[in-house]
């Protein structure tokens, strides 16, 4: 099973890309999760990619194309995979789109959380308490100044892959403000249709 989940930050995404990874037993490729990882390892990319991410801009196509390729090459992804923030722009569809058509490869879902963007600060902001409480370091970019960043990237560059994929007519939608369970039926239910 070859699936993206789109939607803006808070949407859910990523909670719901660990159930159906656990669900179908296919790997979530979070690019966000792996430029983190890479600005914490240190490397040429997450040099480049750090401060974007910290003021809640985009990093580059080429970077993250780039990175998702190199991912899916892995054994674990041969048999399918759950892409959680990618694509984020138009570009980045069309290059998946041609990345997949290399490899004969096709997708079998393209599921949209659709949030009332007025929840989403305070989802973002419990998820931070939440991570404070566990002991765990709170994401650079999860505060209100980079998370206004990250929502008007959402709307100008990222609202357009729902629009290709919708006039493409393989875009399902999801109330992503139901529950948390509610929501992981309703994709379940999307997929099977
Ligand atoms: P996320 O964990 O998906 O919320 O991503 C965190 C940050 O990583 C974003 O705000 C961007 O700065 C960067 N990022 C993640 N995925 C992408 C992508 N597909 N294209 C561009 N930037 C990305």
């Known amino acids: 099973m070859k699936l993206i989940l789109l939607g803006p930050p808070g949407a859910g995404k990523g909670t719901q890309a660990t159930r159906l990874m656990e669900k179908h037993g296919i790997p979530q490729l979070s690019t966000g999760d792996m430029l983190r990882a890479a600005v914490k390892a240190g490397t040429s990319v997450g040099l480049q ?32 995979f759950i892409l959680d923030g990618f694509p984020r722009t138009v570009a980045q569809a069309q290059a998946l789109d041609e990345m997949l058509a290399k490899k004969g490869m096709k997708l079998d879902g393209i599921v949209e959380l659709k949030v009332d963007e007025n929840a989403l600060l305070a989802r973002i902001e419990k998820r931070a308490a939440e991570t404070l409480a566990a002991g765990e370091a709170v994401r650079a970019d999860d505060n209100p100044e980079a998370f206004k960043k990250r929502l008007q990237a959402y709307r100008e560059q990222t609202a357009p892959v729902s629009a290709y994929y919708g006039s493409k007519g393989t875009l399902k939608q999801v109330d992503g403000m139901a529950s948390i369970d509610d929501v992981s039926k309703a994709i379940d239910r999307a997929l099977a249709k």
Do not use: F, N, Y
């Open 49 to 80: 990619a750090k401060a974007v991410m910290e003021t809640g801009g985009l990093v580059s196509d080429q970077i993250v194309v780039g990175i998702i390729a190199d991912r899916m090459e892995e054994p674990d992804a041969k048999k399918g």
